[in-house]
T-cell receptor, first 117, second 111 residues
Framework: GAVVSQHPSWVICKSGTSVKIECRSL??????MFWYRQFPKQSLMLMAT?????????EQGVEKDKFLINHASLTLSTLTVTSAHPEDSSFYIC?????????????FGNGTRLTVT | QKEVEQDPGPLSVPEGAIVSLNCTYS??????FMWYRQYSRKGPELLMY????GNKEDGRFTAQVDKSSKYISLFIRDSQPSDSATYLC???????????FGTGTRLKVLA
């Protein structure tokens, strides 16, 4: 089945630093990837849609200068949390669909737990 | 009204019970439906993916779709403590290619 790999699985950083999270589709190509944020015991909140070779589309209320997204290849998207602050601490999850399959379901990475101290 | 409604639970059942998890949706453009299982501190794992009305079975899991009433269900037979997780239903709007998720139902299977 389609596998999405996300790294790191957890990261602790100091306030003011930047953190990069990688999302890779291992056995399929994905021109579109999705980044979600999840707070404890809450559902997924779509942050942005990452588009290969073009700008990401951000959901309302998500700061694009704070959450930089780069989708440089058909198998890799990165999310960089810039100048992180404690309120950015959360669980970030990426997902992708196998575009070789019509109306493919989404496949998720295992998430990255970010703690900003 | 949310586009996909799901009871958040928690739902507690004894081991071996049949579990029924349900969602309703409001948009007729939703044509594809998914069920995901999410363990704590992990990403959601795809369990079932259906398009047609009716049942789809995979091992102990059965997904049921009723497009006429806009109702989707996931049944788990012979539930195990390892099934304890949050179950998310999702729909794909084939027109906009947006995936809409329910809030998730927390399930606890007691040994």
């Amino acid at each position: 089945g389609a596998v999405v790999s996300q790294h790191p699985s957890w990261v602790i950083c100091k306030s003011g630093t930047s953190v990069k999270i990688e999302c890779r589709s291992l056995d399929f190509q994905a021109t579109t990837m999705f980044w979600y944020r999840q707070f404890p015991k809450q559902s997924l909140m779509l942050m942005a849609t990452s588009n290969e070779g073009s700008k990401a589309t951000y959901e309302q209320g998500v700061e694009k200068d704070k959450f930089l997204i780069n989708h440089a290849s058909l198998t890799l998207s990165t999310l960089t949390v810039t100048s992180a602050h404690p309120e950015d601490s959360s669980f970030y999850i990426c997902s992708a669909r196998d575009e070789g399959i019509h109306n493919s379901p989404l496949h998720f990475g295992n998430g990255t737990r970010l703690t900003v101290t | 009204q949310k586009e996909v409604e799901q009871d958040p639970g928690p739902l507690s059942v004894p081991e071996g019970a049949i579990v029924s998890l349900n969602c309703t949706y409001s948009n007729s453009a939703f044509q594809y439906f998914m069920w995901y299982r999410q363990y704590s501190r992990k990403g959601p794992e795809l369990l079932m993916y259906t398009y047609s009305s009716g049942n789809k079975e995979d091992g102990r899991f059965t997904a049921q779709v009723d497009k006429s009433s806009k109702y989707i269900s996931l049944f788990i037979r012979d539930s195990q403590p390892s099934d304890s997780a949050t179950y998310l239903c999702a729909s794909l709007d084939a027109g906009t290619y947006k995936y809409i998720f329910g809030t998730g139902t927390r399930l606890k299977v007691l040994a």
